[in-house]
Structures are given as C-alpha cells and as structure tokens.
C-alpha cells in the first residue's frame, strides 16, 4: 500500500514518529512522508522514507498570500499525484489535518481526540491514544492497519556517512573524542536548565573532554558566555547531520528537552534529560542508557520560565545520572 505519512515537525517530534516510520515499510509498505522543509534532512536517506514531500515553513508564514496559495496548490498536486492509498496524521492540528485531506487519498488514519486537537480527525477512521509514551501513542496508530506494535524501537535515520567522518575529524583534531556534551538550549523557554546551572555542570565538566552544543543565534551567544567563563570547549555552527555525527561520538549528552535529545536517543548515544513542563514519562528517552530528571511547575507552560523551577534539577543530580550511563 501507498501510504503518506503526515508529521510537519518539530525536530523532536519527527525524531518521535521514525519509529511508526520503521514499522510501516517493515510490514512492507510504500512510505511517503510531509514535513517541513527544514526538517526534511532528518528523513533524506532513511531506509523507511520512499519519498519526501516538503512544506516550505517560511514561505507559508511570510511570503504574500497569493504566492502562499500558489505554493500550497502545487504541493496539493504533487500529493495527489504520488496516489496515496491512505494518509497518516501523526500530528493532529488542523493545519496537518488540512494536508492530509487535501492530498486525495480514499482513506485517512488520525489519532482520536483529545489526542488530536482543532478537528483534525473530522472524516478519519481514528485511534485511541492510550499509551504514556508519544512514541508508543504513534506506535498506537498501527492498531488502525491491523499491524501489531514492536517489542522495541527501531529509528530509521540517514547513514550521514560524511557528517560523521567529519564529526570524528573535528573532535580528534580538538582532543574532544568521547566529550561529555552539554546542549545549551531548548526550543521552549520554560525547557532550558538556568543559565547559572549550565556554567556551573560546565565548569565540573571541565576536567574531561566537554562540549558546549547551541542551536539558534541566542542560544549561541549563551554558549559563548559559558565558554569564557570555564574554558569548555563550544561547538561549531553545525548541520542537523553534522550535529548527529557529533552526538554518535559523545560519551553522554546533558539536555533539555529538545530536539538534540531525542536525537540521541536514536543513535544510541546515553543521555540525561532535563524535564519542565511536558513530563519525563511521556517524552523522556527510554532503555537504560537514559535518566530523566523531572522539575516541578506549570504542566505545558511555553512561555513562562518563572512558572517551571528548572533550577530544582542541581548540578550534583545531573552529573551523578551522568557518570551512570556514560561510555
């Protein structure tokens, strides 16, 4: 069967539903799969993913809108004409829910509300999200073609052949092989551990190999106070795949929750996760090579750092998860 696969983004999420992804083309499944453009490396090469379809993020928030609906009109028939026989949202928003209508297929699978929000499921055969976990709930989606859920997760990234060999050139060239690497940020504010309990994980760090990992313009410039103030050593401007190849290399990752973490958690790499507001039972990386701490706040709050105590996870917790699983 043909099946198109609906995951937009984030970088986490789509991290989160490579595990779906594996299943579906091991029960022997054409899979296509309608995310961002910017998150489309995630899925470029991955042994899962026939094909890619890409929404471009920035011209359907900024562009004029009789170019924006020019651009969604071409996108709608390239859908239909790839002939999905069914369409997956693993996302359950309108704006997904929207896509998945538009591209022409038959049958639609949805997760049921109030897993899928803003109508989303209207017209879809649907299913109960019952398991904590958001792998297990996409996992869950399974249930609806009659394929049974795996013993264990299975994430089909890219080979990133050349990312990695670049990866292990620059961290034997920097003496930084098997780094303990601490990711700086977060993409809600309320995710990020206080800059203060950064420096200070840094600066106990500092006697082994550690790197400071930074995403976006800000977060960099936290990275670089970090770095002044206790001479780790800070990352260079890297790819989503040269980012992987680093991680392949680390000893253990220190991270909020955020993309970087489940990243890692689907090369293998050991990691602690900081967890605010969504709990470490539902997003945390699972299997033993994975600690989660939890801090006390405002369930789902995004915006509001003051309502998270992120500063109830010490330093001292952190590094004893840490010393645990690291390789």
Excluded at 71 to 84: D, F
Aim: hydrophobic residues 50%; positive net charge.
């Amino acid at each position: 069967m043909r099946i198109l696969l609906v995951r937009l983004g984030a970088f986490g999420d789509i991290v989160h539903t490579l595990p779906l992804a594996a299943e579906l083309a091991a029960a022997g499944h054409h899979l296509g799969w309608l995310c961002e453009d910017r998150w489309a490396c995630l899925l470029e090469g991955s042994p899962a993913v026939a094909g890619i379809h890409r929404l471009p993020r920035k011209v359907m928030r900024t562009a004029p809108l009789p170019y924006r609906l020019a651009t969604l009109q071409r996108l709608v028939r390239e859908l239909r004409h790839s002939r999905y026989d069914l369409v997956i949202d693993a996302q359950g928003l309108a704006k997904s829910g929207i896509l998945a209508a538009l591209a022409g297929a038959k049958r639609r699978l949805a997760h049921a509300p109030p897993r899928a929000r803003e109508l989303s499921w209207l017209g879809a055969k649907t299913v109960p999200a019952t398991a904590e976990h958001v792998i297990d709930q996409q996992l869950g989606l399974l249930a609806g073609l009659g394929i049974a859920p795996p013993e264990a997760w299975r994430f089909p990234l890219p080979a990133w052949e050349a990312e990695r060999t670049w990866a292990r050139r620059w961290l034997d060239e920097h003496g930084l092989d098997r780094a303990w690497m601490i990711n700086v940020g977060a993409g809600w504010p309320t995710k990020v551990w206080p800059e203060e309990r950064l420096q200070a994980c840094a600066a106990a760090c500092r006697e082994r190999p550690a790197l400071l990992l930074w995403g976006s313009p800000s977060e960099r410039a936290v990275a670089e106070r970090i770095a002044a103030a206790t001479s780790v050593a800070m990352a260079p401007d890297t790819t989503i795949p040269q980012l992987a190849g680093l991680l392949d290399r680390a000893a253990v990752l220190i991270s909020g929750d955020t993309g970087p973490l489940h990243l890692a958690r689907a090369l293998g790499t050991p990691a602690v996760g900081l967890f605010g507001p969504v709990p470490m039972a539902r997003n945390g990386p699972r299997g033993p090579a994975w600690r989660n701490l939890q801090a006390p706040g405002a369930a789902w709050e995004r915006h509001d750092a003051s309502k998270v105590d992120m500063s109830a996870i010490t330093v001292d917790m952190v590094l004893a998860e840490a010393t645990a699983v690291a390789r």
